[in-house]
């Protein structure tokens, strides 16, 4: 195979000096163009992410069957509120999710976090970020560095490699949106919006001046400092038109300190202001999302080919609820069952991010798979049954010389107007939980690989 050929090959370019050499420039160009998460560089192995053309087309053409399923069970939500109970708003966020944004998708711009290796097997979509998709800048930056860096000389003498960038997507989502709000086509004012000391600061500053490089005005804001006074909504002496919505609304709304009533959500309830993404992303954004495609009762709303999709690569996953259900075509009670099969079963809080209160059925006893039941029984929670890991081999220096050691890793494809997937995220780590917030490890940049 070309990809086991070139990941061999890029190994062994990476002697000892060359490696130094390259760890010495990703280093320093991490540190000048500030891709840090908190205060860790974002990037910490010396090879990037290689997907074959036939692995990406396969990739693009799953996301965009799971995304049209996705697309359906929202516009059956949003129209039938006992359907839209499976996803388990919360009282205000059924109140906000009926504003209507002025425009016509609920995630412009979203994520989807999968695992995936090559072939119909080896791809399962776990969870959905539909409200505030992080990286597509750090990716950006990150295919530059790595094209730049030394041991890339030779390498692309025998491979051509093609970058995804992300964040000219990003940019037209938001300025596509912002003239369906406008009614107008006029350039926004454009606030990158989330509390100033979260660790993905750094991102925003690179959004900042890529908004900037193509004629955007952009500040970067936080909720606290903003007002809301004449019909504007202010940063300063900035009026806003548009907000780049980087803060979570549920922190938004229950740590802003003033509930509905903060500042942004007025203005956007008045249409003083448009904000992507908009209130409705709340809906699948929830983690029950997955658990209403996958859910054999909601399967006459989904096409032949969609459902297929579903089953080849959404893992089994269902709220988590007194009930009888399927499971590999064999009726069972659901709760007896997970807590039967604990060591295959995930417990996921509805609308958590960062790993938080994430659950591995095989990394804890009995007594503590019982209590985080219980607590799933209380709260809104999804089981999610477990799904096996990729690992490939990434190498890094340490004391000056070269090591490989196998790493897990995830795919999580950049996806636009909840339609298409342009880009990805590659995130490695040396633990079950991928996620840069709990520590994920690495992140690295994806390339598309052909032998020259």
Same mark, same amino acid.
């Given at each position: ?7 061999? %090959? ?8 060359? +490696? ?33 053309? @036939?692995?990406?087309?396969f990739l693009q053409a ?5 995304? %049209?399923?996705?697309?359906? !069970?929202?516009?059956?939500?949003? $129209? ?10 919360? !009282? ?64 692309l003498r025998h491979f ?11 940019? #037209? ?8 709000? +406008?009614? %107008? ?50 940063? /300063?002496?900035? #009026? ?26 007025? *203005? ?16 699948? #954004?929830?983690?029950? =999302? ?15 080919? @969609?459902?297929?999709?579903? $089953? ?27 807590? $039967? ?13 960062? /790993? ?6 095989? $990394?804890?006893?009995?007594? !503590?798979? @019982? *209590? !985080? ?19 490939a081999p990434y190498p890094?220096?340490?004391? /000056? ?40 490890? =690495? ?10």
């Amino acid at each position: 195979m070309a990809l086991q050929e070139a990941i061999h %090959r890029y190994h062994d370019l990476l002697g000892d000096a060359l +490696a130094a050499e390259t760890q010495a420039q990703l280093d320093d160009q991490q540190v000048k163009r500030g891709l840090f998460f908190g205060d860790k560089p974002l990037c910490t192995v010396l090879r990037p992410r290689f997907l074959t053309p @036939e692995m990406y087309r396969f990739l693009q053409a799953r996301v965009a069957l799971v995304m %049209r399923a996705f697309g359906k !069970a929202y516009a059956a939500a949003m $129209e039938d509120p006992v359907f839209r109970k499976q996803f388990g708003l919360e !009282a205000w966020e059924e109140e906000v999710i009926h504003h209507d944004p002025g425009f016509r998708d609920p995630s412009p711009t979203s994520r989807l976090d999968a695992f995936f290796i090559s072939g119909k097997g080896g791809l399962k979509f776990t969870e959905y970020n539909a409200e505030t998709p992080a990286a597509p800048a750090y990716n950006d930056v990150l295919s530059e560095m790595f094209l730049g860096l030394p041991v890339m000389r030779e390498f692309l003498r025998h491979f051509g490699v093609r970058p995804l960038p992300a964040r000219h997507n990003v940019m #037209h989502a938001l300025v596509e949106s912002y003239h369906r709000f +406008a009614g %107008r086509r006029e350039a926004p004012r454009v606030a990158i919006l989330d509390w100033k000391e979260v660790p993905t600061f750094s991102e925003f500053v690179l959004f900042r001046d890529y908004f900037h490089s193509q004629g955007i005005e952009c500040v970067i804001a936080d909720p606290r400092e903003v007002e809301y006074r004449d019909g504007r909504l202010m940063a /300063g002496d900035f #009026h806003v038109t548009l907000i780049y919505k980087r803060v979570l609304i549920t922190e938004l709304v229950q740590q802003g300190g003033q509930g509905l009533d903060h500042p942004v959500v007025r *203005a956007v309830r008045d249409g003083a202001v448009c904000m992507v993404n908009p209130f409705r992303c709340k809906l699948l #954004h929830k983690k029950a =999302s997955l658990a209403v495609l996958s859910d054999e009762r909601n399967a006459l709303l989904f096409s032949g080919p @969609e459902l297929e999709a579903i $089953e080849a690569n959404i893992p089994w996953t269902r709220n988590v609820e007194e009930r009888r259900t399927f499971h590999n075509g064999q009726e069972v009670d659901l709760l007896p069952y997970v807590r $039967e099969n604990r060591e295959r079963m995930v417990l996921k809080p509805n609308d958590e991010y960062g /790993g938080k209160g994430i659950v591995l059925g095989w $990394e804890v006893d009995d007594d !503590a798979w @019982e *209590a !985080a039941l219980r607590t799933a029984l209380d709260s809104p929670h999804i089981v999610q049954e477990r799904v096996e890991l990729p690992k490939a081999p990434y190498p890094s220096l340490v004391d /000056g010389k070269v090591q490989l050691a196998e790493r897990m890793l995830d795919t999580a494809p950049f996806i636009f107007h909840g339609e298409y997937m342009d880009g990805c995220l590659t995130r490695l780590s040396t633990a079950a939980l991928l996620n840069v917030t709990a520590g994920g490890g =690495s992140s690295v940049p994806t390339f598309v690989l052909e032998r020259r």
